[in-house]
């Protein structure tokens, strides 16, 4: 009998051990897997942290850029437009009291239609400059043509290009923006890369559009993030960015600089 207790007891006690064993090994478990998806939600948490911190700061650069053109303009109207208009008041005034003679007559006359030339001059460069009439009338392909060939003509730089742009293949905003990255970087490349040379290339390989530009400046190092994420960059990326896009810049220092911007299929 007292054998039957005690194989009876060892059995309890097998069993206790194995329940408390599961038990165990259960709870180890809900550890494990709470921990798991912990560490999953932080970096999910982290990731769209960094998504929101890149977001503000494309955001920023776009206003920032926006800020720096409306100061340009204004700058502009001021200095071209708004000085040439008092000359004509100026002279206009003179007219207006009627007490010239003949020779001095001509000589108001002449100048206001001389300020009145230049001015008509300057609002039209100003206009050019915020949409330029040819890409709204013939596309990008034509507007590059033109923007290169006026840079090849300042001999700030010499352009090589060979645009195969299908027509219409980007909508019209979208072709700003890729008009407005080639200007920002032939501007880098003449301001801040002294660079002699560059070349720009556009092809559409499998329904996307891949644009290329090159320059023989001065190139930086690549490792140097603060270098690469300038004002001029970070509006660049901002554009590619609403183009739906994505870049690849190659660099090094006093070895040119590189740029492979990609659209993918934007029909």
């Given at each position: 009998?007292?054998?039957?207790?005690?194989?009876?007891?060892?059995?309890?006690?097998?069993?206790?051990?194995?329940?408390?064993?599961?038990?165990?090994?259960?709870?180890?478990?809900?550890?494990?897997?709470?921990?798991?998806?912990?560490?999953?939600?932080?970096?999910?948490?982290?990731?769209?942290s960094l998504e929101i911190t890149h977001q503000r700061e494309m955001i920023s650069s776009i206003i920032v850029t926006q800020e720096k053109e409306r100061k340009r303009i204004a700058q502009d109207l001021h200095d071209d437009i708004?000085?040439?208009?008092?000359?004509?008041?100026?002279?206009a005034n003179l007219l207006k009291d009627g007490e010239l003679k003949p020779e001095e007559y001509l000589l108001v006359n002449d100048t206001i239609l001389e300020a009145t030339d230049k001015t008509l001059e300057s609002a039209r460069k100003i206009a050019?400059?915020?949409?330029?009439?040819?890409?709204?009338k013939f596309g990008l392909k034509d507007a590059l043509e033109e923007l290169?060939?006026?840079?090849?003509?300042?001999?700030?730089?010499?352009?090589?290009?060979?645009?195969?742009?299908?027509?219409?293949?980007?909508?019209?905003?979208?072709?700003?923006?890729?008009?407005?990255?080639?200007q920002e970087l032939i501007n880098n490349s003449?301001?801040?890369?002294?660079?002699?040379?560059?070349?720009?290339?556009?092809?559409?390989i499998?329904?996307?559009?891949?644009?290329?530009?090159?320059?023989?400046?001065?190139?930086?190092?690549?490792?140097?993030?603060?270098?690469?994420?300038?004002?001029?960059?970070?509006?660049i990326e901002s554009r590619v960015s609403l183009l739906n896009g994505n870049y690849q810049i190659k660099s090094q220092k006093d070895k040119g600089f590189k740029i492979i911007i990609t659209i993918i299929n934007p029909s």
């Open positions: 009998m007292e054998e039957i207790f005690s194989n009876e007891n060892q059995v309890i006690q097998v069993v206790l051990i194995g329940v408390l064993m599961l038990l165990l090994m259960g709870s180890a478990l809900l550890i494990f897997f709470f921990l798991s998806r912990k560490k999953i939600v932080e970096k999910e948490l982290e990731k769209k708004s000085s040439k208009l008092n000359v004509i008041n100026l002279n050019h400059n915020l949409l330029p009439p040819i890409l709204d290169a060939d006026s840079f090849n003509n300042s001999r700030k730089i010499k352009i090589e290009y060979i645009l195969n742009y299908p027509k219409d293949f980007l909508s019209s905003q979208s072709e700003l923006h890729m008009f407005r990255i080639v003449i301001r801040h890369g002294k660079a002699k040379n560059s070349s720009i290339n556009i092809e559409i499998n329904k996307n559009l891949r644009f290329t530009y090159i320059d023989n400046g001065k190139g930086f190092n690549q490792n140097n993030l603060d270098h690469q994420k300038g004002l001029g960059m970070k509006n």
